[in-house]
C-alpha cells in the first residue's frame, strides 16, 4: 500500500517479501514515484545482510559507484545537501537501508529542492542563476535540468558556501533566506530497523538530526550525471 507525502512510502503487503523480489516486478513503479517525489520509503521488506542490500541497489539503479557520506558527529544536526555537488561527476541516486535506528531521533532530513527553487525570492534565485556558487575554486551553476525530466532543479550546496561563483560573498540575509526556504522544504524521516529510503539526489537534498546511540544507516549510490 502507499501513502502520500515526501517521502513517498510503499509498505510491504506480505510479511517476509524480499526487496529485490518486489522490485523485479515493481521497479519501472518505483522509480517513477522517486522521480515524483523525490524519494521513496520502502518499509517492511527483507534486506537480510550487506549481499542482499548490493542486490537492491542492483535492482533499482545498476552497478554501484565507489561513495562513501561524510561523517559527522552524533552531536550535531547536519544540514541537508546533496552529494557530490561540489564535484565534476555525482551519483543521481542514493540508497539508504537501516541496519540498526538510533536511541533518540537521528531521522534523516529530506528537503524538495524543486519546493526550494519555487520559494526562493525570484531576486535571490536570478542572482544565483547568472552568478552560479563557489566551491573548490571553481564555479558551479546552482540551478540544472534534471537528467531524465528536463525539469530546472535547485543543485548546489548554497547554505553551506559562502561565494557567488565569481567569487563575490553572499551576503548573510541571503544565505538566511535559503537555508529559511530549506527548512520551509524539509520532512523528515524516522528510522525503522529494515528500511530502504531511495532518494533523487538532484530533487531531494539529505542531511541528518542529532541523536544518541548507535545508529547504523548504509548508504549506496548509483546512476553518475555529469
Known sequence: MTEQGLPHVITAATAGTTATA???VARETVRARVREFGAVLLRGFDVAGADAFARVVRALSGTPLPYTE????ARVEV???HADADRDVWPRILVFHCVRP???RGATLLADTRRVLRTLDPAVRDEFAARGWRVNGCRRSAILPHPVTGEAVWFNDVPAAPRYGDGEPVPDDVRAHVRDCYRAAQRRVAWHEGDLLLVDNMLAA?????YTGRRDIVVAAAEPVR
Not at 561524510?70 to 558527529?73: G, I, K, N, Q
Not at 539529505?206 to 542529532?210: A, F, I, K, L, V
Open 22 to 24: 518486489f522490485l523485479a
Open 206 to 210: 539529505h542531511g541528518r538530526e542529532p
Open 70 to 73: 561524510p561523517e559527522t558527529s
Open 102 to 104: 538510533p536511541d533518540t
Open 79 to 81: 544540514f541537508p545537501r
